[in-house]
């Protein structure tokens, strides 16, 4: 009998500092469970910077509308500052999502070549430091620590996949890699009951973190069947994403997932994901490693950037802005 795919819960560290044997256990547990297209993974990432973000972040969002909308950034397609409220629409849904959203990056150097060449991935960085004194500082430690960690995760997935340790690590280095804080307000607030926190979908980067949520609603598919993602206390969650579909030539599916009230809740949920890209210029095609006579490659080369832009573009996040919208206020602009 075959059996059936399961979420495992790894130990990163472990990995890090266990002999040969333990390293083995490791990879071998992530590749398993990312048939499913999720793992849950121990970390070091320190819970009072958690504490703080969290923090913070729920502070912003407790703002009245008109103050949270003057940090939105029109020609970003998303990519920092506020989006609010029935903006982002799940490819194929015919609703937008219940869920208003704060994103924001590392800053890079106006002069990087991948900056100049892909200016819309990489826009100034716009965050609410003016009515949360403060965020700037924290939400840039909190990117960073989740930023290493899915590079240290990506380093057990390459062995799993049959290449190098250090695979990613150029592909990552400076990429536009997106940290979202996301609101998702009661639903008895919601313009109908057919709306969603989040529809189901796919993402696009490579791997996605999540180290907490203040309440329950993340379902992940798995064969088919939707299942409440519920890992240990203290876990972070992991999921895969499309670009890590295309160069493990389909043997890293893409975790699908979504966002869903509990029925009968009247709570709010608050969240912060991390996405993980390659470079713009990173040329997606599938690995040698993953390629045999019994799995041929599946995909053709398509740029990351291309892959983004067109996921953004499905999601409607793809905006023209007009020559006015192309540049946030002064007073938004976070120093790089």
């Known amino acids: 009998m075959v059996q059936e795919p399961e979420i495992l819960d790894v130990d990163l560290l472990r990995f890090e500092r266990g002999d040969g044997a333990a390293r083995r256990a490791v990879v071998d547990g992530v590749r398993r469970s990312l048939a499913t297209g999720f ?3 121990s970390s070091d990432l320190p819970e009072d910077l958690l504490d703080t973000a969290y923090g913070m972040l729920a502070r912003f969002f407790a703002l009245e509308p008109e103050v949270k909308q003057r940090f939105r950034a029109p020609g970003s397609h998303g990519q920092t500052g506020y989006t609010g409220l029935l903006v982002e629409t799940a490819a194929g849904s015919e609703q937008a999502d219940w869920k208003e959203m704060l994103n924001w990056a590392a800053p890079l150097a ?13 826009p100034e960085p716009v965050l609410p430091e003016q009515v949360v004194p403060g965020i700037t500082a924290v939400l840039g430690h909190f990117h960073a620590a989740v930023a290493d960690l899915q590079r240290r995760v990506l380093r057990v997935i390459a062995l799993g996949l049959g290449c190098a340790e250090t695979l990613f690590e150029e592909m990552v280095q400076d990429a536009p890699t997106l940290t979202r804080a996301i609101r ?7 313009p109908s009951r057919s709306h969603l926190w989040a529809a189901a979908h796919g993402d696009i980067n490579l791997i996605t973190a999540l180290p907490r949520a203040t309440g329950p609603g993340l379902q992940v598919e798995v064969q088919g069947q939707w299942r409440d993602a519920l890992p240990p206390p203290g876990r972070v969650i992991l999921n895969s994403g499309l670009m890590l579909e ?3 030539n389909g043997l890293i599916p893409a975790g699908w997932h979504r966002v869903v009230a509990p029925p009968g809740s009247s709570e709010q949920r608050l969240s912060v994901v991390q996405f993980c890209h390659a470079r713009p210029w990173t040329v997606l095609a599938p690995l040698p490693s993953c390629c045999t006579t019994e799995n041929p490659p599946r ?7 291309d892959a983004l832009e067109d996921v953004l573009f499905q999601i409607q996040l793809l905006e023209t802005p007009s020559p006015a919208e192309s540049s946030p206020p002064l007073d938004q602009r976070q120093p790089s």
């Open 246 to 248: 295309r160069l493990s």
């Open 184 to 190: 998702y307000p009661p639903m008895a607030q919601a």
């Open 110 to 122: 106006a002069a990087h070549p991948l900056r100049r060449r892909y200016p819309h991935l990489y």
């Open 299 to 305: 995909h053709a080369g398509i740029s990351a950037a």
């Open 39 to 41: 793992v849950y993974t």
